[in-house]
């Protein structure tokens, strides 16, 4: 594959459609690297924002960087397709692929119009390369439907390059990706990438190139086995709560396992977000209409093992409420799906409160970001803006998104503006042994949490 590496070209000029989380990202980085860039998205607020140096999500570091490639003159946003149809070598397509309504497939209506509407302006030789997390064979598709729309057919190529970064490391990740994937239909369209990607190739970044459905492939069983990860933790959990023993110490132990690792591995409340959840649903669903639906069937598993941690973590505080929600005034600690996030998609914290909700309880939550995003999604529950309201007064506090301001809280502050000091640790991140001696009914989500554990998992950091 050597001789078809390209060297590093600043003249490359990049397009990226879909200005979300993922295309918002990979254009400000693409513009670090020195190409010129132009964004796209079809939602004007979005483009006007990002065009002011405002970043339309909460992803620590990225707005800075967005300024300071705004301030180079390399990087512009539009709403206007025809001023990046014509622009770039090479199109990112970075649009969302949610879940359907009616089912668990993704919804692929904006990745289909995206890559048609871009085919049907582009005159001159591009590379349009797919990013979103799409079911394996959508490449393929849309390489024929490419080629029904094009107005120059001859000119344009389909490519898929995946995407892993995440959320709250968008930059980290995407600047230096612990590996590159690109599926590719031919020498060419390795070739743009290698081009593309060239200061980090030449860093040593890992390169695995395939064909289109591998790529596609890559991506969607990444996630896959990370959502497993995290529900084979959380099942030990559930059979350490049934046998009395603490599933933190378990997973600290099998972490020492370097074929098993600690990463992913933390019990808790469990997984959720745009991606994982989603993904392994479209995932089943794909592997079904290909007749290989048992392969993956351990998936669905994996998501009712998921869904039955909130459950749980609302039983555990009615438990710690004496057996009955109605009119306990619980604090709800978080709402975003993960700490330094503002992003709210199938949050397990948020879905927590809405049950609580539901079973009569008062329920105040604080997110240090996602509080707005929240109301949006449940505009019914109270959100208060800062950890001591939500605390005022409470019977529980509910620990359901591990910001470090609610694992940095002290517990004797903290009990002096509760009514009742009992806390209930749905992501195993408290140091129990503080809140107990401080006079806390401290229980936590998975089982028994020993003082000496919570001790060195902080040391552990
Ligand atoms: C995930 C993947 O990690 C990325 O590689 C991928 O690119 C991205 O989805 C995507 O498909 O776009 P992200 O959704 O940002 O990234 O979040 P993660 O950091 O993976 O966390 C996912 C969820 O798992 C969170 O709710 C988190 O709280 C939970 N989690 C994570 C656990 O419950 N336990 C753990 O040990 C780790």
């Known amino acids: 594959m050597t001789d078809s590496r390209t060297p590093f070209s600043a003249q490359l000029r990049i397009g990226v459609s879909g200005l979300g989380y993922l295309g918002a990202t990979h254009a400000v980085c693409m513009a670090t690297l020195g190409y010129r860039v132009v964004g796209y998205d079809v939602d004007e ?3 006007q924002a990002l065009s002011r140096g405002i970043l339309p999500f909460y992803e620590p570091g990225l707005p800075e960087l967005l300024r300071e490639m705004q301030a180079t003159g390399r990087l512009s946003f539009t709403s206007d397709l025809d001023d990046v149809a014509e622009f770039a070598d090479v199109h990112f397509v970075c649009v969302g692929t949610p879940q359907a309504r009616d089912s668990d497939a993704a919804d692929l209506t904006y990745v289909d119009a995206a890559f048609t509407a871009l085919a049907q302006r582009i005159s001159r030789r591009a590379l349009l390369v797919g990013k979103s997390t799409v079911p394996v064979g959508t490449a393929e598709r849309l ?7 094009a107005l120059a057919p001859a000119e344009v190529e389909l490519a898929w390059n995946p995407e892993f970064l995440r959320e709250g490391f968008a930059v980290e990740d995407t600047l230096n990706p612990d590996r590159l994937v690109f599926g590719v239909a031919s020498e060419w369209a390795e070739r743009q990438l290698r081009g593309v990607y060239a200061p980090m190739l030449e860093r040593g970044t890992p390169l695995v190139v395939a064909d289109l459905a591998t790529a596609e492939l890559v991506k969607v069983a990444a996630n896959a086995f990370l ?4 529900s084979f933790v959380n099942a030990m959990a559930e059979v350490c709560e049934a046998a009395a023993a603490d599933v933190g110490l378990l997973a600290r132990a099998l972490s020492y396992d370097e074929r098993i690792g600690g990463r992913f591995l933390k019990p808790g409340l469990g997984f959720g977000g745009g991606c994982l959840p989603k993904d392994i649903r479209a995932f089943s669903h794909r592997a079904e209409e290909l007749g290989v639906g048992k392969a993956v069937g351990f998936l669905r598993e994996v998501d009712e093992i998921n869904l ?3 459950a ?3 039983d555990l505080i009615r438990e710690a409420a004496g057996g009955d929600l109605r009119g306990v005034r619980v604090a709800g600690l978080g709402a975003a799906f993960k700490p330094d996030s503002d992003d709210v998609r199938d949050a397990p914290a948020l879905d927590v409160a809405r049950m609580l909700y539901l079973e009569g309880a008062d329920v105040r939550i604080y997110d240090p970001q996602a509080n707005e995003n929240a109301h949006r999604v449940y505009p019914d529950l109270e959100y208060v803006s800062s950890l001591a309201e939500a605390a005022a007064g409470a019977d529980v506090v509910a ?3 591990e910001w470090r301001e609610f694992v940095d809280a002290d517990p004797g502050e903290l009990g002096d503006l509760v009514a009742q000091r009992r ?3 749905g992501r195993r991140v408290l140091d129990a042994g503080r809140y ?3 006079g806390w009914e401290y229980s936590s989500l998975g089982g028994a949490v020993t003082t000496r554990v919570a001790a060195d998992v902080r040391r552990a950091g």
């Not at 390489?143 to 729309?149: G, Y």
């Not at 959502?227 to 995290?230: D, E, G, Q």
């Open 45 to 47: 607020g979005k483009v």
């Open 143 to 149: 390489t024929a439907l490419v080629a029904e729309h």
């Open 227 to 230: 959502a497993t990860k995290i």
């Open 308 to 310: 039955r941690r909130r």
């Open 312 to 314: 749980r973590m609302v």
């Open 399 to 401: 620990l359901l998104t």
């Open 423 to 425: 806390i209930v640790d």
């Open 436 to 438: 107990r001696a401080a």
